[in-house]
């Protein structure tokens, strides 16, 4: 099979459902120049209508879309930089997110907002946010967080043909990278995870850029004769508790790791529910590998070390099996 | 649109409709069956009336906290607004609204927004969707005074001038964004003159002359039509209550004088006459109109008095749209705990 890039997935996505559905459009800063290859040349496909450019007013245009769906129509609206979505909040927040069960289901919401975690580049502090947990705190979102060229070219499909609201972070850190994916169209359920390795002495629940960096400490652990297993949830929210419980339960050990800041992290939710529900399967306590509470600063000496690695990811599967051989 | 004088009758009878409506809803608040905060429409009946019914049936309209008037200027039916505002079932959100958040899709109420300022971008973007599937339809947005300040206004009507969109902005120019003065907090003499800043047509009309209102409104729904773009009209007017039905504000922040010069022009018995001066109305039907409003309004207090409260159940329904999502296989779903993400 033919590889593309993580980018190129969230293209082909785009312009299938585009010649899917008249009613699916592109709105962001920039978009008909394609600054960073998600929309490049789709403007001159489908003209400047449905590949719409917006002036510098995120609140405006994110509402703007929210209406436009309200009215019937599906758009995209890319936000670029994550940290952008901050300047929408209010429409993010009290109507996207609000409308459907405020207006007692006479609303339905089809838009999807697409938003890169921008991170490890030196950016500094207000351009390098990884701030999906902060939505998953918002109930009506849901939330994809996809790790692959596969995964977002399916799951983006989903999230544009879905009724609902969707927030779709892409962790640019991953953006270059390519894998195998199918020149057709395919659409990922949203609410099903992926198990990305089998194994059964711990289960590591990776969140996006952090996926790859699990599958490279279970490779570095598979030589010490430590089998992983690596679960990526790709979808938050809704999020597949039943695959991690099941893993778990299979492996009794747990470790989540996610780019975000540690406290009420992705990594947060997914321990709290495992220790909630899984506990009894547990056989050591669970470890989070997230980026400490601290802003992002900017030159890379002090960057770099703060995001999850595959070597932190690794030394938090061995004290994890320290603590069943401390026991 | 030609205001026949049946048509006429009609402007009467909606702003009669708000006023009993809301007269009714003081009432039931008094004894305690409006649950939250409510704010009254009374005294702007006039602008409500004269804008919507300058508009189609079919085309969208937005409104803000203080908007029971809105719907009922655009034909709603009155039983599950009054049912809504009471938190019931049967209520045009089904309890999930009240006061501040009603909408009626039925007759192009896309829904309220009490985030002041924040239904500009959405009425926006339903111009916009006009725009794209060519139905011809027009966007109207309500706010108010305070709400001009807010970035919201200003970045949903440059996206409006810069698309040309079929949207007419109307600015409910109540004088005060709850205490504080338009006077003091808005930086030209008229909200209309924002316009300017946009390249649009601003107008300032007397809003308690629905005439007036329906005039100017009407005006830039034909340009908006005729895709000439968007347009602000603002109507100056009055709201006769506090802020909010329970609200004590200590500080005299309106002085008699000013609320009784604004209460001798009450806006629906002055139409009332003029229709009646004009030999549109006689007294024997203005009082039928009156009459018909009284029972209409009568029968959707009794059957928001008489509808049940939604089952506690209900709570966790409707956070999604309907389609059942085919993201978690049976087999998962079953362990899946109960919560809404699943509903």
């Known amino acids: ?327 | 649109m030609e205001l026949t004088d049946e048509r006429l009758i009609e402007m009467y009878r909606r702003m009669l409709r708000i006023r009993h409506f809301d007269e009714a809803v003081e009432k039931l608040a008094g004894r305690g069956l409006v649950p939250g905060a409510a704010h009254l429409t009374i005294g702007q009946e006039a602008e409500v009336v004269g804008a919507c019914m300058a508009v189609r049936a079919d085309d969208y309209m937005v409104g803000n906290h203080r908007s029971h008037g809105h719907p009922i200027g655009k034909g709603a039916d009155l039983k599950r607004l009054m049912a809504e505002l009471m938190g019931k079932s049967t209520g045009v959100n089904r309890g999930k609204g009240g006061s501040m958040h009603l909408a009626d899709f039925s007759v192009g109420s896309l829904g309220e927004s009490s985030i002041v300022g924040s239904g500009i971008p959405v009425a926006t973007g339903a111009a916009l969707a006009a725009q794209l599937s060519g139905d011809g339809r027009v966007s109207l947005c309500f706010f108010g005074d305070g709400a001009s300040n807010e970035g919201a206004f200003h970045e949903a009507l440059n996206l409006a001038a810069i698309w040309r969109l079929p949207a007419v902005y109307v600015c409910e120019n109540n004088q005060y964004a709850v205490t504080t003065p338009a006077r003091e907090a808005v930086s030209v003499a008229h909200v209309a003159d924002r316009a300017a800043a946009y390249g649009m047509p601003g107008a300032t009309v007397d809003g308690q002359d629905p005439v007036a209102v329906f005039e100017a409104v009407g005006a830039a729904v034909g340009r908006a039509r005729a895709g000439e773009g968007p347009s602000l009209v603002e109507a100056e007017t009055y709201r006769f209550h506090e802020h909010a039905l329970g609200l004590r504000i200590p500080a005299s922040y309106r002085s008699e004088e000013e609320l009784g010069s604004w209460l001798e022009r009450d806006p629906v018995p002055s139409f009332a006459r003029r229709l009646i001066e004009r030999g549109v109305l006689d007294r024997e039907r203005a009082e039928r109109v009156e009459q018909e409003v009284r029972a209409e309004v009568e029968q959707a207090v009794e059957f928001a008095e008489q509808s049940a409260f939604p089952d506690p159940a209900e709570a966790f329904e409707g956070l999604y749209s309907p389609r059942v999502p085919a993201a978690v296989p049976a087999a998962r779903a079953a362990h899946e705990h109960e919560g809404a993400h699943h509903a």
């Open chain 1, 1 to 327: 099979m033919r590889e593309i890039s993580y980018l190129k997935g969230v293209y082909e996505a785009q312009r299938a459902e585009m010649l899917r559905d008249d009613r699916v459009f592109l709105m962001g800063e920039d978009i008909e120049a394609g600054v960073f290859g998600s929309s490049a040349g789709l403007a001159e496909e489908f003209g400047r209508a449905r590949v719409r450019n917006v002036p510098l007013s995120e609140n405006g245009f994110l509402g703007a879309a929210a209406g436009a769906a309200l009215a019937g129509m599906r758009p995209i609206v890319d936000m670029t930089i994550a940290s952008f979505l901050y300047v929408g909040m209010d429409q993010l927040v009290s109507i996207i997110a609000k409308a459907t069960y405020m207006y007692g289901g006479q609303a339905r919401v089809p838009l999807v907002v697409r938003a890169a975690m921008f991170y490890g580049g030196s950016n500094a502090a207000q351009h390098s946010d990884r701030p999906h947990p902060m939505f998953m705190g918002v109930p009506g979102l849901k939330i994809i967080a996809p790790s692959d060229a596969y995964d977002a070219k399916g799951l983006l499909t989903t999230a544009i043909r879905d009724d609902d609201p969707v927030m779709c972070f892409e962790d640019a850190t991953l953006w270059a990278r390519k894998a195998p994916v199918p020149e057709e169209e395919y659409a990922i359920p949203l609410g099903r995870a992926a198990v990305k390795r089998e194994g059964s002495d711990a289960t590591v629940v990776a969140v996006a850029g952090c996926v790859p960096h699990a599958l490279r400490a279970a490779d570095a652990l598979a030589g010490e004769g430590v089998s992983i297993e690596v679960v990526d949830p790709r979808s938050l929210v809704p999020l597949d508790t039943a695959a991690i419980l099941e893993s778990v339960a299979k492996t009794g050990r747990l470790v989540v790791a996610d780019p975000a800041h540690r406290t009420c992290s992705a990594a947060s939710e997914i321990s709290a529910t495992v220790a909630e529900e899984g506990f009894g399967d547990l056989r050591a306590p669970i470890v989070r590998v997230a980026t400490p509470d601290v802003q992002i600063p900017f030159s890379p000496g002090l960057e770099q070390r703060l995001y999850p690695t595959g070597e932190r990811i690794a030394d938090a599967v061995r004290s994890t099996l320290g603590a069943v051989a401390a026991r």
